[in-house]
């Protein structure tokens, strides 16, 4: 995971890659959870989108370092 990307011929270091994608993730399962109400059965939005975070961006790191193998 210590790669760097080349974005139009600037390296950017795969973790932000991982990161930007990991957050459009959240951003996109938060509007479904509070469409749907979801976030009813949550006690601390802020810390249960945090974790939802670090877990997407954890799956996230692990797919994108077995695709570079």
Same mark, same amino acid.
């Given at each position: 995971m210590n790669e760097?990307?080349?974005f139009f011929g600037v390296f950017v270091p795969s973790i932000l890659v991982c990161s930007i994608l990991s957050y459009a993730a959240v951003v996109v399962i938060a509007r479904i959870m509070r469409a749907t109400d979801a976030y009813?059965?949550?006690?601390?939005k802020? @810390? !249960?989108n945090f974790a939802m975070f670090v877990c997407i961006l954890c799956v996230t790191v692990l @797919? !994108?370092?077995q695709a570079r193998t």
């Open positions: 760097e990307m080349s009813r059965f949550v006690w601390h802020s @810390l !249960f @797919l !994108f370092s």
